[in-house]
Nanobody
């Protein structure tokens, strides 16, 4: 059974930091691309970041580039998103995702490119 479990969400003040974690099971972690989407209030879901299992390359949306860092641990089958200098507009539900094709998104992240989704974890940033 494919399972992606996100954790690490919470409440912080603007300028603070959080680390989100995703534990993966039920599929070949070494072969699948993994990443993060988020659902912001009154907004469509948007891609945040993803990491390649083949070459280790990382990718970020313009809104988080320079503030967030994605990483993975193949041995532990976990993925993390380090979020720094958080802003109130970062508030939302964050979902860890996986792509069975192993190629991720060539450019902008689209939901249909990611076939496995976790339950999400809530991040709240106050001003």
């Amino acid at each position: 059974e494919v399972q992606l479990q996100a954790s690490g969400g919470g409440s912080v003040q603007a300028g603070g930091s959080l680390r989100l974690d995703c534990e993966v099971s039920g599929f070949p972690f070494d072969d699948y691309a993994t990443g993060w989407f988020r659902q912001l209030p009154y907004k469509e879901r948007e891609g945040v970041s993803w990491i390649s299992r083949t070459d280790g390359s990382t990718h970020y949306s313009d809104s988080v580039k320079g503030r967030f860092t994605i990483s993975s641990d193949n041995a532990k089958k976990t993925m993390s998103l380090y979020m720094n200098n958080l802003k109130p507009e970062d508030t939302g539900i964050y979902y860890c995702v996986a792509d069975s094709r192993g190629v991720g998104s060539p450019g902008q992240m689209f939901e249909w490119e990611w076939d496995y989704w976790g339950q999400g974890t809530l991040v709240t940033v106050s001003s």
